[in-house]
């Protein structure tokens, strides 16, 4: 069975995507999805700090959708945050406290009491995959403690100005990172949660210190269970009935399988198309000319956003494929 019976693109979905990209930074409205722009991530003059911090969050940036009946909310400075948004604000929250939790000495000895209380939500419902995220943190702060000078910072001055370094840094040393799928006899390296941090830490130092790397256009989008989701509503992505038939509430798909590799590919083979199909309009269509270019790691971001402020509609349309793992 070819993958395209599964799921394929559409080019008119892709090219009405791409005008809605475009369309963002023509009217400024796309910095709504700049690294800094989103409240619960630090804005610090301390780089240590900001690496720390997302190395941190990244490390366990994985599967915060609740299981049925429970929910993944925690509340900050006065309002509710659920998904990553929450775990987000649950660190803030420690940090506040004086609780260093980014701290390599602290993630190398954390255990399964102390992280459970640091992701405690307002429902009382635990954090999904809780001893998956204390292996995570354990070995990523042993790491960086044996290998790194105790921060992540070590890592990305390593990287020198690279994307594709630090990339590789990260995947050659921090295990939970190492996201890769079996395809037809073939490895497929999809590698989502360490391209994210890439971006993340690209984002940040960019925004905030001008010290972004010049290749961050090399890296491809962050194929998780959501950007899928809301590229099939933008009718970028068509899944076949069988596809359909497989996901919804109390369905899940098992890491490895066809559908779940099938699904991560084409979102970022739609996301390379929408790319492609940006470079052609500023190109050719004198509205788009004087725009600049786009990498796929914010055609993601968009598409992540543009799926939360649109989750209703969404959700009422096109469901979400369900996986539990440690990589996304």
Same mark, same amino acid.
């Given at each position: 069975?070819? %993958?395209?019976?599964?799921?394929?693109?559409?080019?008119?979905?892709?090219?009405?995507?791409?005008?809605?990209?475009?369309?963002?930074?023509?009217? *400024?409205?796309?910095?709504?999805?700049?690294?800094?722009?989103?409240?619960?991530?630090? &804005?610090?003059?301390?780089?240590? /700090?900001?690496?720390?911090?997302?190395?941190?969050?990244?490390?366990?940036?994985?599967?915060?959708?609740?299981?049925? *009946?429970?929910?993944?909310?925690?509340?900050?400075?006065?309002?509710? /945050?659920?998904?990553?948004?929450?775990?987000?604000?649950?660190?803030?929250?420690?940090?506040?406290?004086?609780?260093?939790?980014?701290?390599?000495?602290?993630? %190398?000895?954390?255990?399964?009491?102390?992280?459970?209380?640091?992701?405690?939500?307002?429902?009382?419902?635990?954090?999904?995959?809780?001893?998956?995220?204390?292996?995570?943190?354990?070995?990523?702060?042993?790491?960086?403690?044996?290998?790194?000078?105790?921060?992540?910072?070590?890592?990305?001055?390593?990287?020198?100005?690279?994307?594709?370094?630090?990339? &590789?840094?990260?995947?050659?040393?921090?295990?939970?990172?190492?996201?890769?799928?079996?395809?037809?006899?073939?490895?497929?390296?999809?590698?989502?949660?360490?391209?994210?941090?890439?971006?993340?830490?690209? *984002?940040?130092?960019?925004?905030?210190?001008?010290?972004?790397?010049?290749?961050?256009?090399?890296?491809?989008?962050?194929?998780?269970?959501?950007?899928?989701?809301?590229?099939?509503?933008?009718?970028?992505?068509?899944?076949?009935?069988?596809?359909?038939?497989?996901?919804?509430?109390?369905? +899940?798909?098992?890491?490895?399988?066809?559908?779940?590799?099938?699904?991560?590919?084409?979102?970022?083979?739609?996301?390379?198309?929408?790319?492609?199909?940006?470079?052609?309009?500023?190109?050719?269509?004198?509205?788009?000319?004087?725009? +600049?270019?786009?990498? %796929?790691?914010?055609?993601?971001?968009?598409?992540?956003?543009?799926?939360?402020?649109?989750? &209703?509609?969404?959700?009422?349309?096109?469901?979400?494929?369900?996986? +539990?793992?440690?990589? /996304?």
């Amino acid at each position: 069975m070819k %993958a395209t019976d599964l799921i394929k693109t559409n080019n008119e979905g892709v090219n009405s995507a791409a005008k809605l990209i475009l369309d963002a930074v023509k009217d *400024g409205s796309i910095n709504h999805v700049a690294y800094s722009a989103m409240e619960v991530h630090p &804005k610090s003059n301390d780089i240590k /700090y900001l690496a720390d911090w997302i190395f941190f969050m990244d490390t366990v940036n994985f599967s915060f959708w609740p299981d049925e *009946g429970q929910k993944f909310d925690v509340t900050w400075n006065g309002k509710t /945050y659920t998904g990553y948004f929450a775990a987000c604000a649950a660190v803030n929250k420690a940090l506040e406290s004086g609780k260093n939790v980014i701290n390599a000495k602290w993630m %190398a000895t954390a255990t399964l009491d102390q992280v459970n209380e640091l992701f405690t939500t307002d429902s009382g419902h635990p954090i999904p995959l809780l001893e998956e995220r204390v292996k995570a943190i354990n070995d990523s702060g042993r790491v960086l403690l044996e290998k790194w000078n105790g921060t992540f910072l070590s890592c990305v001055e390593a990287a020198n100005g690279s994307a594709q370094a630090l990339l &590789k840094i990260v995947v050659d040393n921090f295990e939970s990172f190492r996201d890769v799928a079996q395809f037809r006899g073939k490895t497929v390296c999809i590698l989502k949660r360490a391209q994210i941090l890439v971006a993340d830490v690209h *984002g940040a130092l960019e925004e905030q210190h001008s010290k972004g790397f010049k290749d961050i256009d090399t890296l491809t989008m962050f194929a998780d269970y959501r950007v899928p989701q809301a590229l099939a509503y933008l009718g970028v992505l068509e899944y076949s009935p069988r596809l359909l038939s497989k996901l919804g509430p109390g369905k +899940r798909l098992e890491v490895g399988s066809e559908e779940e590799v099938v699904m991560r590919g084409a979102s970022i083979w739609a996301c390379e198309l929408i790319v492609r199909e940006m470079g052609r309009l500023r190109g050719e269509d004198e509205n788009y000319k004087d725009v +600049r270019k786009v990498p %796929a790691t914010e055609v993601d971001m968009f598409v992540w956003v543009y799926r939360r402020q649109h989750a &209703k509609e969404i959700e009422e349309k096109i469901p979400f494929h369900r996986t +539990r793992t440690i990589y /996304y």
